[in-house]
């Protein structure tokens, strides 16, 4: 009975949800609209677990390397093998895929997404490649890729709809001993990487960064079927007049926002269909993916058809609890019971008991309960919104006077404070999530982050040259290349104190006297000087072999076959001592250090090029000049780049799925925000006319609206950063990492929300000038 009963009053509240007018349509569309956006987040994140997995295994099938071991013998030349050569490069900042093939015989494998082998000067490319080297934007890079293009790769091949990526055709690739640039294989995903252990720090990262978008999702839904409460209670009080009683009124309520849910999954749904859409074009932080990617789970799906709508009624009848609809009129405690502070604080103080058992677990131990750590950070972010309707009541009741628009906007909050810390909500769970993330990713930063010793105020580019590209030609080439103000080349090579069956040796540098400079300091310098280096790195034996008259090998080695006779040389008697300083790379040079003069005729032949190179930082090309004057010479990679410091892969994957989110979380808050903005307006329409029919000027009321805003968002985002600053203590705690917060990060957080809602108010004020018109308060 009871459920026939329910049943037929949810039923009698989704046929008032669509009756009532052009005011019930709007009603509507306004909730079905705030449902949809949340829905459609919702379903974009139950999708990211299948993009991350089809990318993944993408990116396995078309796996050309070979992890193999020193014992493993070399796969050998058959009809079914295939030459890979390394063949990748960038631009701007953006990595370039690149490969070249050589079949070895009919049977060779053909790469995923490609139907047949490029020839030597073609090559298949990817889409999104294709249209860059086609376009202005793509010149410089296509003069490293001259290469015709014969084909694109297809989707199988590829593990984003954005992705730079070629294969391109080669007839001189050749295996070399130590294992190098290229590689023979018979198949394509054979190389796979051994998976390693998982970090339980990294994947509670993962998890809060999870927890952390998904919460003010749920938090704007539940705000979401709410819109128009004041309007719909007044709507209930007239089914009390024709004889319903308080429990059937508050079922019918619950079955408008049962509508409007549904509503809401029909248009979350459409949204998501036009965001899969166009996610074939959106490259967020070098992640893409294709359209087909983005395939929701179907039990997560069903999760979300099933949890938003139950949600929306439980939401409502929660919402009426307060609310006394009377036959005559709705009794909305004007003067309300003051909200009970002591159940508001159980979450909170609930969600730091659950984290405090983890804090000092091993971090490898079973002990470390996720599920835990999960309850523990849900009921802290959920503390937020019990806490700030009861932080905004306090506050507004204890506000004094002030001009006219200070007084109206206090006393509609004071009315009104449950539906404006509603409002903002969301961002001040947002908020508080990203401190907490901000906290945590800046205490992990020093252990999944590796420094290195590179100087990039002296250098930003490191080339090492093949034997068969001289130094001089290669330093001339850089030197005249647009973007380079300084080239620091060096010859190494090493010198021993016999011809064969060397038992000291020492590292020997050839250099002009400005480049040697970057590596060692003494007083005086010309051409045909030799220095002796003392406190590098490399330091042993060269006492004994820096000695003047000593007689030393170039070139010296242990193999009778060698095709190269060693080089003798005579350490000159007026050597010179020089102390060893860091080169751009950090590392300090030990050994001979010797101008082109001092070289000894045949002793070129045992050397190898390093070139440091300085670039031009007001140029942004400078890199890809520099990478083009190197494929002409030859080189068979790019240069380095010098970077400051090195980042764990998967740390940096978890850091940018966190701002890929954070750019999908932050646009939904800011719609959201939008739409409640304009719902509150719209249920204030007769007032803000009756306002201006008395005189009360424009300018008063925006900026009361403007106050209306302001104080709940100053207020909850003081909450959030407490809130925040204590959960990112207990995680980091968690991690056995010194607690320190961010101020910097917090600012920053609560600078992008302001703005957001800055932002959000100006775009709401055109609407609010509409409603300000006379015809406002005409009625039906």
Known sequence: MKARQWSRDLGVGIRFAFAGGREGRARMLLTAVGVGLGVALLLLSTAIPNALAVRHDREEARTDLTYTTFSESRLPKADATLLVGEAGTAFRDKEVRGRELQPEGPKAPLPPGVSRFPGVGEMVVSPALKRLLESGEGK?????????????????????????????????LVVKEDYGLVERIDRFGAGVKPS??????????????????????????????????????????????????????????????????????????????????????????????????????????????????????????????????????????????????????????????????????????????????????????????????????????????????????????????GTAARTVNGIAVAVAGAIALQMLFSGLQGQYTKHTTNDLTRAQMHVTLPDEVRLARAAADFKATRGVAKVYAFDEGYVSDRRRFAENTARVTIAGCASLREVASFPSCKDGDVFAVRGGNDEEGVTDLSKPGTKLWFDALDDPG??????????????????????????????????????????????????????????????????????????????????????????????????????????????????????????????????????????????????????????GLALATAIGLTLGAALLKMTDKPVGADWASVLSMTGIATAVVLLVTVLSLPPLLRLMRPDGLRTE
Not at 156 to 172: H, K, M, S, T
Not at 211 to 221: A, H, K, Q, S, Y
Not at 678 to 695: D, P, T
């Open 140 to 172: 410089l890079l296509r003069e490293r890729l001259p290469e015709r293009i014969v084909g694109t790769i297809a989707e199988p091949g590829l593990i984003g709809a954005q992705e730079l990526a070629f294969y391109r055709g080669a007839d001189n």
């Open 196 to 417: 390693e252990e998982t970090d339980p720090v990294l994947a509670l990262l993962a998890l809060v960064v999870f927890l952390v978008l998904l919460m003010p999702v749920g938090v704007f839904i539940a705000a979401a079927v709410r819109f128009g409460g004041e309007r719909r209670d007044r709507r209930l009080a007239a089914l009390r007049l024709v004889g319903s009683d308080s429990r059937m009124t508050r079922r019918i309520a619950a079955g408008e926002a049962l509508a409007g849910s549904v509503a809401g999954l029909a248009f979350g749904t459409v949204f998501f269909l036009i965001v899969r859409d166009l996610a074939g074009s959106v490259d967020l932080f070098d992640v893409s993916v294709f359209p087909s990617y983005l395939t929701p789970s179907p039990l997560l799906a069903l999760l979300v058809a099933v949890a938003v709508p139950a949600a929306a009624v439980l939401v409502t009848l929660f919402a009426l609890r307060g609310v006394v609809i009377e036959p005559l009129g709705v009794v909305r405690t004007a003067k309300p019971p003051r909200r009970r502070l002591w159940w508001r604080l159980l979450l909170p103080l609930g969600g730091l008991g659950l984290l405090y058992p983890m804090i000092g677990k091993d971090r490898y131990s079973k002990d470390f309960n996720q599920y835990q750590v999960t309850g523990g950070v849900l009921l802290l972010l959920v503390g937020v919104t019990a806490l700030l309707p009861w932080v905004v009541e306090r506050v507004v009741n204890r506000l004094g006077s002030g001009g006219v628009a200070w007084q109206l906007a206090i006393r509609r909050l004071q009315l009104s404070s």
């Open 562 to 715: 060698a095709h190269h006779r060693p080089t003798p040389w005579a350490v000159p008697a007026d050597v010179k001592q020089a102390r060893a300083i860091a080169d751009p790379s950090g590392y300090k040079r030990g050994g001979l250090l010797l101008t082109p003069g001092a070289l000894p005729s045949g002793a070129a032949h045992g050397l190898h090029g390093e070139i440091y190179l300085a670039l031009d930082q007001g140029l942004a090309t400078a890199p890809d000049y520099t990478r083009n004057t190197a494929r002409r010479l030859g080189l068979p990679t790019d240069p380095v780049m010098l970077v400051s410091s090195k980042r764990d892969d998967t740390y940096a994957s978890i850091r940018t799925g966190l701002f890929v989110g954070a750019a999908c979380v932050l646009a939904l808050i800011g719609a959201s925000l939008l739409v409640s903005q304009l719902e509150q307006l719209r249920e204030r329409r007769k007032l803000l006319s009756s306002l201006i029919a008395f005189g009360t000027r424009r300018r008063t009321l925006c900026l009361s609206v403007l106050w209306q805003t302001a104080i709940p968002i100053g207020l």
